[in-house]
C-alpha cells in the first residue's frame, strides 16, 4: 500500500521504516529539514536500538524516502499522523498546533478515499474534530485514531510486534472502509492473531492516556511506598517482591526509584488532566495531581539524599552522575529525572560530571551548562559521591572492586534499585537508594 507518515520522530520514522519493512511503499514527511536528510542518508537522527539496521534496509528496497515537501504524500491512500503533542508553555494541556497544523496541510493532497490515521496521543475529543475539518473539506475522505503504545528503546520491537492494534472508527460505512484499509496496512501484524479493539473515536483516544495513567499511577504507587519505607527503616525492594508475586498486582513497573520522565507519561497525565477539567470532569483524576506530586517528590528526595551522604553539603563535592537519558537503550532527554537532578546538584554547588551511552550529544545542545563526560570512570574520578540515575545495562554491569579505585570516596546511591548492592558493599563500598535502609 502506498502510505505516508507525518511527523518523522521517535514515533514517526520508526512507524516509517516499520511500514516498509512490511511491505508497504512509505513516504515519511516532516517539517525538520536536518531530520529529513539524516533519515535519507540510513542517518538515525536518535538513538533506537535496531533502528538504523532498520532504516538503512528499508531505504535499501526502495520502499521508503523522506521528504519535506507534503505534495510526496499525494499517491498515498493512508496517511499516518505522528507528529508530537508536547505540554503547552505554563499550562497542562497538550499543545494541540502541530496536529493542526499537519492535518491542515494534509488537506491539500488528500483525495476520496484516502484515510488519515492518527498515531500521536491526543487529547479526547480531537479525532471527532479533525474528522469534521477532513470530511468537510474532501468529501470522501476519512478518519480513524490508532493510538500507538511503542516503548522507546524496543520501538522497532514494539512496532512490527505491537501488543495489541486499537482502531477508533467513524461509525457506520466510513468505520468499516478504515478498517479494511488498517487491516490491510498491518495484514502481517494482524495474521500474527495480535488483538485488536475496534471502537469508537473518544474510546481510542483513551485508551491510550487511560494506558500511561495506570503506568504513572503504579510508578508512583511503589515511591510512595518507598517514602514510607524510609520514615519507617522498611525495604521497598523487598516490599514490591512481596507485593508483585501476587498476580493481581504483578511486579512489573513496581520499581521504587527516581520515578518517570520523558516526552509521554509526565505530559500526557497533565493533559489528561487538563482535558478532564474541560469535561467538567476534573474531580475523576485529581488522584493524578498526587501521581506527579509523588513523582517529583522523589527527585527533590534524591537530591537530599547526596546532600547527606556528602556530609550534609554539596559545596564543593565531586559528583558523577551515570546515566542521563529518562530511560535506558534511549537518548531521549526530555523531561529526564536524571538531568534534573543533575542540574539541581550543579545549582546547589556540587561539581557534576554527568554520562550517558547515547544522550551526551543531546545534553550537551541542551543543557550546556552541564559537563559531560564520555565513560562512568571518567565521571566518577575523584568522585565524593557516585549516582546511578538511569539504569544502562553497562552501569548495571559496572565492577565494584576496579570501579572502586577512581572515586575518592565510595558512596554509591542507586536512584534505580538497580545495582547489585550486597556486591558493592562486599567491595567497601555505603551504598544508598530510595526507600531502602541506609548501609
Ligand atoms: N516517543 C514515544 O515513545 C511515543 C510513544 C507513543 C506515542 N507517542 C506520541 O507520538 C507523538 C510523537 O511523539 P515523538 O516522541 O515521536 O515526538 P518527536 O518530537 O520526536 O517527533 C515529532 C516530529 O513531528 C515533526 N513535525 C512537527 N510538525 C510537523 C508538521 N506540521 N508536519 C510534519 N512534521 C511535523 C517534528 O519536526 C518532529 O520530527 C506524540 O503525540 C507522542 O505523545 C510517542
Not at 85 to 108: C, F, H, I, M, W
Not at 285 to 311: G, S, W
Not at 328 to 342: E, F, H, K
Request: hydrophobic residues 45%.
Amino acid at each position: 500500500m502506498k502510505i505516508s507518515v507525518i511527523g518523522c520522530g521517535y514515533l514517526g520514522a520508526v512507524h516509517a521504516a516499520s511500514m516498509a519493512e512490511l511491505g508497504h511503499d512509505v513516504v515519511g514527511i516532516d517539517v525538520d529539514r536536518l531530520k529529513v536528510e539524516a533519515l535519507q542518508q540510513a542517518r538515525a537522527p536518535f538513538y533506537e536500538p535496531g533502528f538504523e539496521e532498520l532504516l538503512a534496509r528499508s531505504l535499501g528496497s526502495g520502499r521508503l524516502r523522506f521528504s519535506v515537501d507534503m505534495a510526496d504524500a499525494r499517491d498515498a491512500v493512508l496517511h499516518f499522523v505522528c507528529v508530537g503533542t508536547p505540554q503547552k508553555r505554563g499550562e497542562y494541556a497538550a499543545d494541540l498546533r502541530y496536529v493542526e497544523a499537519a492535518a491542515e496541510s494534509l488537506l491539500e493532497v488528500l483525495k476520496p478515499g484516502d484515510l488519515v490515521a492518527g498515531k500521536s496521543t491526543v487529547p479526547v475529543g480531537t479525532a471527532a474534530r479533525l474528522a469534521e475539518l477532513v470530511r468537510g473539506k474532501v468529501p470522501g475522505a476519512m478518519l480513524a485514531w490508532n493510538p500507538e503504545f511503542l516503548r522507546e528503546g524496543y520501538a522497532v520491537q514494539d512496532t512490527l510486534h505491537p501488543d495489541r492494534l486499537v482502531y477508533g472508527l467513524a461509525p457506520g460505512d466510513e468505520g468499516q472502509a478504515a478498517r479494511a484499509l488498517l487491516d490491510e496496512v498491518y495484514a502481517t501484524i494482524v495474521a500474527a492473531g495480535t488483538p485488536q479493539v475496534v471502537t469508537d473515536y473518544a474510546t481510542a483516544e483513551m485508551v491510550k492516556t487511560a494506558a500511561n495513567s495506570f503506568l504513572a499511577t503504579k510508578i508512583s504507587f511503589i515511591n510512595a511506598m518507598a517514602e514510607l519505607c524510609e520514615a519507617t527503616g522498611a525495604d521497598v525492594k523487598q516490599l514490591a517482591d512481596a507485593i508483585g508475586h501476587d498476580d493481581r498486582i504483578g511486579r512489573k513497573f513496581l520499581n521504587a526509584g527516581l520515578g518517570f520522565g520523558g516526552g509521554c507519561l509526565p505530559k500526557d497525565i497533565r493533559a489528561f488532566m487538563a482535558r478532564a477539567g474541560e469535561l467538567g470532569a476534573d474531580q475523576a483524576l485529581t488522584f493524578l495531581r498526587e501521581v506527579d506530586n509523588i513523582n517529583m517528590r522523589r527527585r527533590i528526595r534524591m537530591v537530599e539524599l547526596a546532600r547527606e551522604v556528602c556530609d550534609g553539603s554539596l559545596l564543593g563535592k565531586r559528583v558523577a552522575v551515570l546515566g542521563a537519558a529518562f530511560k535506558p537503550d534511549s537518548d531521549d532527554i526530555r523531561d529526564s529525572p536524571a538531568l534534573n537532578v543533575a542540574a539541581q546538584l550543579q545549582l546547589q554547588g556540587a561539581v557534576v560530571q554527568v554520562t550517558d551511552p547515547a544522550a551526551g550529544d543531546n545534553i550537551r545542545r541542551s543543557w550546556p551548562q552541564l559537563d559531560v563526560v564520555d565513560t562512568a570512570e571518567e565521571a566518577a574520578h575523584r568522585a565524593d559521591a557516585v549516582l546511578l540515575l538511569t539504569e544502562w545495562k553497562q552501569y548495571r554491569d559496572l565492577d565494584p572492586v576496579a570501579f572502586g579505585s577512581v572515586v575518592r570516596q565510595k558512596r554509591v546511591l542507586d536512584g534505580r534499585n538497580a545495582l547489585d548492592r550486597d556486591r558493592w558493599e562486599a567491595a567497601g563500598w555505603s551504598y544508598r537508594a530510595l526507600g531502602r535502609r541506609g548501609g
